[in-house]
């Protein structure tokens, strides 16, 4: 839930029904490259244990037969799905430095189109999101009714 690998999100085109072009970049920093490896041995220590070893038969993946790193690097990398916490797609950066969105969630280039959840938010804790995304999305709010006069 913290992956440290960051992906991109890019328009392929202008056209408002065109798909976006979606690379996750998984297992891009070395960091989770390590923590992808370490979890396939850990699982493998627990199903190691003798009160585990009644209810198995075998390794089905990535099999006993891949022992070194690289191999479980590939398997992991073949492998990889998301685990639909997907966030930090439109970063609260300067638009230099690569963000998305200012500090009051205004899209940069755009007008009227605000971001107000966890898209903007730089690196998020490991934890569930929902508490981040009433955050941002509270403060999105009091930012548009002080910039618009309603408070």
């Known amino acids: 839930m913290a992956a440290l690998s960051r992906g991109s999100v890019k328009l392929q085109s202008n056209l408002p029904l065109s798909d ?3 690379d996750p970049n998984y ?3 070395e960091a989770d490259q ?13 199903f190691a244990h003798p009160e585990m070893q009644q209810w198995l038969i ?8 891949i ?7 590939d398997f992991a990398r073949s492998t990889m799905i998301p685990n639909w916490h997907a966030a930090s797609t439109c970063r609260m950066l300067p638009r230099e430095k690569g963000g998305v969105v200012d500090s009051h969630l205004r899209v940069y280039g755009t007008k009227g189109l605000r971001v107000c959840d966890v898209s903007a938010i730089g690196r998020l804790p490991d934890m569930n999101l929902v508490g981040s995304v009433f955050a941002v999305a ?6 548009i009714r002080e910039e618009y006069g309603d408070e």
């Open 67 to 73: 022992t070194n790193d690289e191999d479980i690097l």
């Open 34 to 46: 390590r923590m992808a490896i370490q979890g396939v041995k850990y699982a493998r220590q627990i």
């Open 27 to 29: 297992l891009a920093d």
């Open 138 to 143: 509270e403060n999105g709010a009091r930012i």
């Open 20 to 22: 976006p072009v979606i």
């Open 58 to 65: 075998g390794e089905a993946a990535p099999g006993a037969n």
